[in-house]
């Protein structure tokens, strides 16, 4: 199933259409095709990262992108601004999303050198990425299957587009081991990573034609012993400008 060996361009051809088209709220787009092909090419030809034997999505691993010091410095970062983790669209499970999420502040020293090296790495404008957000997950804590890109039927799909469009990359960093639990699954793909220290796992949101990937389907499993701690990078697909936008609590119908 491996598709490390092939070019970026045949890797992108091959790689699975979703069968659960239904499930796909997009359309194809030429601007993301490209970026996808751009990145992945980029990543491919960087011998410190690696790509998951999976046919259905591109993913990719980079062991040891943060350093201890990094890891240490996002923690306790994190730990000084958390608030309940939201979501754009209402839930009546109130056990969708349980972690805590701090928004970082991208121009301070320690967080802007991050998130410049992770643009830098996947070779896209930094003006297209979001703030750099850390999640913490406390035992109990999980966030159930999700896609990370946006449904272009739903009410907010027009306040996403005024505020740089669709999320084409993913790149989430694991800033500590986990005692038990908190895997990142991805069930339709068929793969799923174990928190490592410093380890960035990386995913294209899209399909080669540039339409949302189904395939990309994750789940931050339930932490049973110890405490998860990530970070998240988001890229859209122009520049990313923050505003406001409703987000809410799962399980409630009230914005955060």
């Known amino acids: ?17 979703s069968k659960v088209i239904g499930r796909v709220s997009g359309s194809p787009s030429p601007k993301r095709a490209q970026i996808g092909r751009e990145v992945s090419a980029r990543l491919e030809a960087n011998p410190a990262v690696k790509r998951a034997k999976v046919e259905t999505a591109q993913i990719y691993t980079y062991p040891d992108f943060l350093s201890d010091a990094e890891c240490d410095t996002l923690i306790a970062l994190i730990d000084t601004n958390l608030r309940p983790s939201t979501l754009l669209a ?8 349980t972690s805590d999420s701090s928004d970082l502040y991208r121009w ?18 930094s003006e297209n990425a979001e703030t750099l957000q850390g999640q913490r997950y406390a035992p109990n804590q999980q966030f ?32 500590n081991d986990v005692e ?22 990386i995913w294209n949101n899209m399909m080669p ?22 970070v998240t990078k988001w890229f859209r697909e122009e520049a990313w400008i923050k505003g406001y936008v409703q987000t809410y609590l799962p399980g409630v119908e009230n914005a955060d």
């Open 108 to 125: 301070s020293e320690d967080v802007f050198a991050i998130d410049e090296r992770v643009a830098q790495l996947l070779g896209i404008p």
């Open 1 to 17: 199933m491996s598709l490390g060996l092939q070019s970026a361009a045949d890797g992108a051809n091959c790689v699975k259409v």
């Open 90 to 97: 209402t839930s009546e499970d109130p056990e969708y999303r």
């Open 180 to 201: 038990e639990g908190g895997a990142t699954w991805f069930p339709r793909a068929g793969i799923r990573f174990k928190p490592k220290r410093g380890l960035l796992v």
């Open 144 to 175: 159930r299957a999700h896609c990370d890109y946006f449904h272009e039927n739903s009410g907010y799909w027009q306040r996403m587009l005024e505020t740089g469009g669709q999320r084409t990359w993913t790149a989430m960093a694991y800033l």
């Open 209 to 230: 034609d540039g339409t949302p990937n189904y395939d990309t389907l994750h789940e931050g499993t339930r932490v049973v012993e110890g405490t998860k701690y990530i």
